[in-house]
């Protein structure tokens, strides 16, 4: 299996922190393809013999702004326990309800767009219910929650111009830790 050629930005590039812009409908057949190779991206990254061979670093999602398109769209490669993925491509999504629930990550978030190591926490809600559009621009609704959950909020984030590294607090990175659940 060949791997994708896609060029992820790093956290320097500017355009991160803009918002990207809602997407027409249908979907162009280049927008198509680009979130097709960023989920097989991402599926190799997360097989450990691939990732070795390619010195990739393992990730979950990517949003469109990481490879330089300003479009509200991200991908999402989940490994499920028998080693197949779910697959989720995300257009135009609002997220319309949130737990009261705060979650974190033990090992704290990471990015593919940014290359070094981050100390602290980030909050996130347990669970979250997103609405999106498919490529044909139909409406769905999903309800994520914990891991999931985590990725799709750190995915609109990026969407919204905003980096995980922005909600740890810099004097106190691991702030409210008791008042959260660790996953």
Known sequence: MK???IKI?????????????????PVSE????????????LEMSQDEEIAKKYNLRAG???AFVQLGKLKRIFVIANERDDHTFEEYVIINPKIISRSEELIYVGEGEGCLSVNRPVEGIVPRSARVTVSYYDYEGNKKTIRVREDL???????????DGILFTDK????????NANKMREI
């Not at 799709?152 to 984030?157: S, T």
């Open 60 to 62: 979950m999602g990517m």
């Open 9 to 25: 930005l790093d956290e320097k590039h500017k355009i991160l922190r803009q918002k990207s812009q809602d997407v027409t409908f």
């Open 30 to 41: 280049e927008d198509r393809k680009l979130a097709e190779d960023t989920i097989k991206y």
């Open 149 to 159: 959950a985590v990725a799709f909020q750190h995915e609109i984030d990026h969407l």
């Open 3 to 5: 791997l994708p050629k």
């Open 168 to 175: 740890i607090d810099p004097k106190d990175p691991y702030k």
